[in-house]
Nanobody
Framework: VQLVESGGGLVQPGGSLRLSCAASGFTFSNYAMRWYRQAPGKEREWVATITSAGGSTNYADSVKGRFTISRDNAKNTVYLQMNSLKPEDTAVYYC?????????????WGQGTQVTVSS
């Protein structure tokens, strides 16, 4: 199982970025996907979730109305469109999924991609 994030970078406040997470090693279309983030000196926090078919999404209050999670099951990729970025959105962003393996659920994380919002 691999989750590989990309798309991070430096952006000015009010700007936009789109993060991608390419998944492999499992049947992507069967599983919900999430984005998390971790700012310096803070705990990792949940950002957004999308169901396996993409029919339902949920967001943390801090990003609701500004971020959009989506997925392309044909490309085994989940996205996070981030608009109206604020300095407090600065963090390492991680892709996450939880897979059933035999009789237990196993957590998988990507390596993370840095997003810095600064003028």
């Amino acid at each position: 199982v691999q989750l590989v994030e990309s798309g991070g970078g430096l952006v000015q406040p009010g700007g936009s970025l789109r993060l991608s997470c390419a998944a492999s090693g499992f049947t992507f279309s069967n599983y919900a996907m999430r984005w998390y983030r971790q700012a310096p000196g803070k705990e990792r926090e949940w950002v957004a979730t999308i169901t396996s078919a993409g029919g339902s999404t949920n967001y943390a209050d801090s990003v609701k109305g500004r971020f959009t999670i989506s997925r392309d099951n044909a490309k085994n990729t989940v996205y996070l469109q981030m608009n109206s970025l604020k300095p407090e959105d600065t963090a390492v962003y991680y892709c996450y999924t939880k897979l059933i393996q035999t009789t237990r659920w196993v957590d998988y994380w990507g390596q993370g991609t840095q997003v810095t919002v600064s003028s």
